[in-house]
């Protein structure tokens, strides 16, 4: 059965795809079931602004506890919104060189059903932070329909760290908004 | 033209005035709350794995070192044998090390910390600051993040250890993300108050784990 997600989540795709304005910067975009590593250039040149769907990337880690307890919340969203415009990727900041780390991040993706586009940043962890402009994880970045960053969540101020119900609310209000 | 380029530039100067005004005065580069200068929060009563209990009252040191940590983090472990070579080396000097943990979960919870600190040979006060008081007014949100206060109890450095944050492999082996550590940010700023050199960055980036606060929202 859980074979057919990434068939059922590619169609979806293809799908959502055919339904925008501009289908062709999101058909580029497969899905992938498993952890793929993309360097940095190659996630600004592909995946960073993709128009016509909103896009929802959470960056996450196997070290970080935080990020496994949020990720459910993510895969219940992807289930929830999958149909309706909006497009699920995770971005693993595991040590690329830690073979037990990435195999802990597979296996992880593979028992929460993470049937959309994942990612492992390929790039030296700390360059990585650095480039994407991220203090830590988790962190959810939020891109509207017309490609522009609309919202970036995270924990970086105490008496603000963002929350489920947060990202919930940012993927209404741009689901509401007409184009 | 002239009119014009003087205008535009008076415009800009108010504009630039009232952006500033609305920047939070506290904000540094990588801290939301507080900046270089601010005091050290009051704290009382963190019970420590001694079995004793601290209050920012009890330092009497001229320097005061505070490091957030978490036992559950790999960024810590990959740290924690550097932190403690430093406090070694610092031994006799007049600077106190005080190790923080703030994360309510049970693995960074007091009785962990213990075992933790007695595992690793923790050789400096390790504290649980479990009201999560001190760790939000400094605005502590990774781990491991050092902030570094003077005779004043003023900040004068908050950051990174050193250059090349570490994390602990899941092999055990300590990756240095940077190469071997060049830049001794800690040290350094402990050694200007003491008297030797100069304090050459006050605020670096923190690398870490998250330090989880519970919301009152």
Same mark, same amino acid.
């Given at each position: 059965?859980?074979?057919?997600?990434p068939?059922?989540?590619?169609?979806?795709?293809?799908?959502?795809?055919?339904?925008?304005?501009?289908?062709?910067?999101?058909?580029?975009?497969? #899905?992938?079931?498993g952890?793929?590593?993309?360097?940095?250039?190659?996630?600004?040149?592909?995946?960073?602004?993709?128009? %016509?769907?909103?896009?929802?990337?959470?960056?996450?880690?196997?070290?970080?506890?935080?990020?496994?307890?949020?990720?459910? &919340? +993510?895969?219940?969203?992807h289930?929830?919104?999958?149909?309706?415009?909006?497009?699920?990727? /995770?971005?693993?900041l595991?040590?690329? !060189?830690?073979k @037990?780390?990435?195999?802990?991040?597979?296996?992880?993706?593979?028992?929460?059903?993470?049937?959309?586009?994942n990612?492992?940043?390929?790039?030296?962890?700390t360059?990585?932070?650095?480039?994407?402009?991220?203090?830590?994880?988790?962190?959810?970045?939020?891109?509207?329909?017309?490609?522009?960053?609309?919202?970036?969540?995270? @924990?970086?101020? #105490?008496?603000?760290?963002?929350?489920?119900?947060d990202? !919930?609310?940012?993927?209404?209000?741009?689901?509401?908004?007409?184009g | 033209?002239?009119?014009? %380029?003087?205008?535009?530039?008076?415009?800009?100067?108010?504009?630039?005035?009232?952006?500033?005004?609305?920047?939070?005065?506290?904000?540094?580069?990588?801290?939301?709350?507080? !900046?270089?200068?601010?005091?050290? #929060?009051?704290f009382?009563?963190?019970?420590?794995?001694?079995?004793?209990?601290? /209050?920012? /009252?009890?330092?009497k040191?001229?320097v005061?070192?505070?490091?957030?940590?978490? =036992? &559950?983090?790999?960024?810590?472990?990959?740290?924690? $044998?550097?932190?403690?070579?430093?406090?070694?080396?610092?031994?006799?000097?007049?600077?106190?090390?005080?190790?923080?943990?703030? =994360?309510?979960?049970?693995?960074?919870?007091?009785?962990? +910390?213990?075992?933790?600190?007695?595992?690793?040979?923790?050789?400096?006060?390790?504290?649980?600051?479990?009201? $999560?008081?001190?760790?939000?007014?400094?605005?502590?949100?990774?781990? #491991?993040?050092?902030?570094?206060?003077?005779?004043?109890?003023?900040?004068?450095? +908050?950051?990174?250890? &050193? =250059?090349?944050?570490?994390?602990?492999?899941? !092999?055990?082996?300590?990756?240095?993300?940077?190469?071997?550590? +060049?830049?001794?940010?800690v040290k350094?700023?402990?050694?200007?108050?003491?008297?030797?050199?100069?304090?050459?960055?006050?605020?670096?980036?923190?690398?870490?784990?998250?330090?989880?606060?519970? $919301?009152?929202?």
């Amino acid at each position: 059965m859980n074979q057919r997600i990434p068939y059922l989540a590619a169609l979806v795709f293809l799908l959502a795809a055919g339904c925008s304005r501009q289908p062709r910067d999101i058909a580029a975009a497969k #899905p992938a079931p498993g952890l793929q590593p993309i360097t940095f250039e190659a996630w600004q040149g592909k995946l960073v602004g993709a128009r %016509g769907a909103i896009t929802v990337v959470d960056f996450w880690a196997s070290w970080c506890a935080p990020c496994l307890e949020r990720f459910p &919340h +993510m895969v219940a969203l992807h289930e929830r919104y999958k149909e309706s415009g909006v497009r699920f990727v /995770s971005v693993s900041l595991d040590d690329r !060189d830690d073979k @037990g780390a990435i195999e802990q991040a597979r296996s992880f993706l593979a028992r929460q059903n993470a049937a959309f586009e994942n990612y492992l940043m390929d790039e030296n962890i700390t360059d990585a932070f650095q480039k994407l402009d991220l203090l830590s994880i988790p962190a959810v970045l939020i891109y509207g329909r017309d490609g522009r960053l609309r919202y970036k969540l995270t @924990g970086d101020d #105490p008496n603000r760290q963002f929350t489920n119900e947060d990202v !919930d609310r940012a993927i209404e209000t741009l689901l509401g908004e007409t184009g | 033209m002239m009119r014009h %380029g003087f205008f535009r530039t008076a415009s800009a100067g108010l504009i630039l005035s009232v952006l500033a005004a609305a920047v939070p005065m506290f904000a540094a580069k990588y801290n939301t709350i507080v !900046d270089i200068g601010a005091p050290m #929060p009051q704290f009382s009563n963190l019970p420590g794995t001694d079995g004793k209990i601290l /209050s920012s /009252s009890d330092l009497k040191e001229s320097v005061v070192v505070l490091a957030f940590l978490a =036992n &559950h983090c790999p960024w810590v472990r990959g740290t924690e $044998q550097d932190l403690i070579k430093l406090v070694n080396d610092f031994r006799g000097k007049d600077v106190r090390f005080v190790g923080v943990s703030v =994360n309510r979960r049970a693995d960074d919870a007091l009785e962990a +910390m213990k075992v933790r600190a007695a595992q690793l040979g923790y050789n400096f006060t390790y504290v649980y600051d479990e009201s $999560q008081e001190l760790g939000r007014k400094l605005g502590a949100t990774r781990t #491991p993040e050092f902030f570094v206060f003077n005779k004043e109890r003023r900040l004068v450095y +908050m950051g990174l250890l &050193h =250059n090349s944050p570490a994390s602990m492999r899941t !092999d055990g082996t300590i990756n240095y993300t940077k190469g071997a550590p +060049m830049e001794f940010y800690v040290k350094d700023a402990v050694n200007a108050l003491l008297g030797e050199g100069q304090i050459a960055n006050e605020e670096t980036r923190p690398q870490g784990c998250s330090i989880e606060y519970a $919301q009152s929202r």
